[in-house]
């Protein structure tokens, strides 16, 4: 009797559980995308999503990092609703459907921008003809009061510069009291502004609101630079597609195309849509997919995918998926998608933000009455230098208002996560969250699924052991015959080591066992082949020798008697023994292989990999089982445990880990919807470039976070002393702000 031995990765179940974020799409509700155009405040745009989550029938997705909003709505009435409630929020922000390739942000960008710049030049001149008339032409008139008529000659360039560099702020404050918002940027900027002009100070009033409009301009700015900057990384979607209808090319949009439709693509043309290669040899430029330089060459019968660049030949293409399935369509969704997965540092700040606020606000309340009132008691008059009025502690509570925005430290973080994503996917990383980003740098062990993952997964017959009357040529024959229906490479090489042609109509029967392998009735006879346990099922207990060899195996019985084996052996990737060496060097502590194959096959990769750790001959669920076990040992850490596998076989595990890694998923709808990130290039060291760039994303962040935390309490703490001026209170607000946004673009030019 055999003992058993072997096993090999045939017998693996090709599960493909497909879940679909957010779950399954509800009948009748319509998906629609717009871009938000200038919607630049990071807390305005997290008011927004509070308050459509509250909608009911409403699925609502604002990605504040890209500005646009992803909505499923049952009926017009209700979209409708939503787009009320975004401009009651924000009234100024202009809501444009977007769909396909259409693309002019940049023109409606620069139309703004003209629009908000006229405002400013207006407000600018104004206010330089009340600081003429106050300072050269009219001095102390505005100690004289309303009374005089030099007053007024101060007063009204003052005031006219005010309401037209302020008109937007003070709107919005409005609006936001209607909505009981009383801590806004607007409605704070407002109130002190406001009471600057009430205890006179009419040119810092002026000049604060001009200058904060100035720094609003140049906000938006860098967030609409940043937002082109990442987009400009993604540009891979073609914006035509050349049809080729009754003999002649129409230039037509790529939704338009319909599957089985004939397109051509000409030299140095992006391919709109997936497809395969009817006529024509060429180069193509994978690297807006993949990361990589090198052209990959294509002929009749190949395939193509969507964001590829045709380099030196016409070729004409059968379409095979619809635009709004093509893998370009996929990427750019993935990674718009991304930024609304947040981070733990995101939400920690967008939670702190509204505590700080109001509690900044209630103390610059104190600053204003207290230190007069204390002045008045005999006990505290010695703490101050002065009589203290309330007019200057009025300023000074002020000043502590104006610095108290928080949307320096709320905007820098989505767009420091969004230049991460899109830094990442131009080297060929998806990540479908800046969670899976943030979370990517704390990796503690990385799980490896051995075949097609660290082996190229392409196997070759290397030798073929006959036995009990059965020749060679036989043994290869009924192999060829039971692998004929099976589309794993194992079968496929078996196949091509055969080389002749199959007569598959003579199958009268085909099962695939999941994890065991094939039983197969044809010409007459049933025939198992598989691993080791295919020999051992129910019903079954075939004899045959021991085997302990090198490489993969598949066993063959015929009317339950042992034909033989057939051993296989697969290629070590050449970068995964660098990787794991590197990986260990980042700081993954603990590297662990896993593998339907058997022991032996398993032992050898692992070996010459310098694994320490790795299970053999697994079913699907034990290699669940395995990976939870390890995120036990984990438990109540923050480190996580990562599993990298080909994204097809390996469905269930990549969903079941704490970061799901399928490795070439370019084109590979398993993979996209299975995983956390996606690989598209087909070499394991592209998991350095998504440790660089996670822990490069990381550092850029809490480098906002702190210049936004060191500079805000520098200055509230000088605003409160009075030894800060409105001047720079702005500057806290508005400049770091910008500071923060141009720093998150830095990682987006390595």
Not at 24 to 40: D, F, H, N, Q, S
Request: net charge negative.
């Amino acid at each position: 009797m055999g003992k058993e031995c072997c096993n090999n990765s045939a017998c693996n179940n090709s599960t493909n559980n497909m879940i679909e974020e957010g779950g399954p799409a509800t009948e009748g509700v319509e998906t629609k995308r717009y871009i938000l155009e200038g919607l630049t405040c990071a807390s305005c745009a997290a008011k927004i999503q509070d308050a459509l989550a509250k909608m009911p029938s409403v699925g609502a997705e604002l990605n504040f990092a890209s500005g646009t909003l992803t909505l499923n709505v049952p009926d017009k009435q209700t979209e409708q609703a939503v787009i009320d409630t975004i401009l009651s929020i924000e009234p100024h922000v202009k809501i444009k459907e977007i769909s396909g390739s259409d693309n002019n942000e940049e023109e409606e960008e620069a139309g703004n921008g003209f629009v908000i710049m006229k405002k400013i030049s207006y407000a600018g001149a104004f206010f330089i003809v009340g600081l003429l008339a106050d300072y050269y032409f009219l001095p102390g008139a505005r100690a004289l009061g309303p009374g005089s008529i030099k007053f007024w000659y101060v007063f009204i360039p003052y005031l006219l510069a005010y309401i037209i560099s302020g008109y937007d702020v003070l709107k919005n404050a409005v609006v936001g009291i209607s909505r009981k918002d009383f801590f806004s940027e607007n409605f704070l900027m407002s109130i002190a502004t406001l009471g600057a002009f009430v205890i006179g100070e009419f040119p810092e009033a002026v000049g604060v609101m001009l200058f904060f409009k100035v720094g609003e301009y140049f906000e938006d700015r860098a967030v609409n630079h940043s937002r082109r900057s990442i987009k400009n990384l993604l540009k891979i979607r073609a914006n035509y597609a050349n049809l080729l209808k009754d003999g002649r090319t129409v230039q037509v949009k790529p939704e338009v195309v319909a599957v089985g439709e004939t397109i051509l693509i000409r030299p140095g043309e992006k391919i709109p849509l997936d497809g395969v290669i009817l006529q024509g040899e060429t180069t193509v430029d994978t690297s807006a997919l993949t990361g990589e330089s090198m052209p990959k060459s294509l002929g009749p019968g190949d395939t193509v995918l969507s964001g590829m660049v045709n380099k030196n030949a016409v070729i004409t293409v059968r379409v095979t998926k619809p635009f709004e399935e093509s893998t370009v369509s996929k990427i750019l969704e993935l990674v718009e998608k991304a930024a609304a997965q947040k981070a733990p540092t995101e939400k920690f700040i967008t939670k702190f933000s509204k505590v700080y606020t109001p509690v900044v606000v209630a103390a610059a309340f104190l600053i204003a009455v207290l230190p007069p009132l204390l002045y008045q008691i005999e006990l505290f008059a010695p703490l101050f230098s002065h009589s203290e009025t309330y007019s200057e502690w009025v300023y000074r509570a002020l000043v502590f208002l104006v610095i108290s925005c928080p949307c320096a430290l709320v905007l820098s973080i989505p767009v420091g996560f969004f230049g991460g994503i899109g830094a990442a996917a131009k080297k060929g990383v998806l990540f479908k969250g800046s969670n899976y980003l943030e979370a990517f740098r704390s990796i503690h062990t990385m799980v490896f699924d051995k075949t097609g993952t660290l082996t190229e997964g392409v196997f070759k017959v290397v030798d073929v052991k006959p036995f009990n009357g059965f020749t060679k040529e036989e043994l290869l024959r009924i192999s060829a015959v039971a692998e004929s229906h099976s589309n794993h490479p194992i079968a496929k090489s078996i196949s091509e080591a055969y080389g002749g042609s199959i007569d598959e109509s003579l199958i009268e029967n085909y099962e695939e066992i999941p994890a065991h392998g094939v039983r197969v009735v044809a010409e007459g006879r049933e025939i198992l082949a598989g691993n080791d346990r295919i020999l051992h099922m129910d019903g079954y207990d075939i004899e045959h020798d021991t085997c302990v060899t090198e490489g993969t195996v598949v066993h063959v019985a015929v009317d339950r008697r042992y034909a033989g084996y057939i051993v296989l052996a697969d290629k070590i990737r050449d970068d995964a023994k660098e990787t794991i060496q590197s990986l260990k060097k980042e700081g993954v502590k603990h590297v662990v292989m896993l593998t339907g194959d058997d022991r032996e096959a398993a032992e050898r990769v692992a070996r010459e990999l310098q694994i320490e750790e790795f299970h053999a001959e697994l079913l699907p669920q034990q290699k669940i089982e395995i990976v939870r076990r390890l995120e036990k040992e984990l438990e109540g850490k923050k480190e996580k445990i990562a599993f990298v596998g080909d994204g097809i076989n390996d469905a269930p595990v990549l969903m079941a880990s704490d970061i799901g890694i399928a490795m070439g998923g370019l084109g590979s709808d398993a993979a996209i919807e299975a995983a956390d990130v996606v690989l598209m290039k087909d070499r394991l060291s592209a998991l350095l470039d998504a440790v660089y760039v996670s822990r490069r994303t990381k550092g850029i962040v809490f480098g906002n976070i702190t210049m936004a935390f060191l500079v805000k309490g520098f200055f509230l703490v000088f605003g409160a002393i009075g030894m800060a001026t409105m001047w720079e209170a702005v500057f806290a607000d508005v400049g770091v702000a910008i500071l923060a946004v141009l720093n998150s673009t830095r990682i987006l030019k390595k």
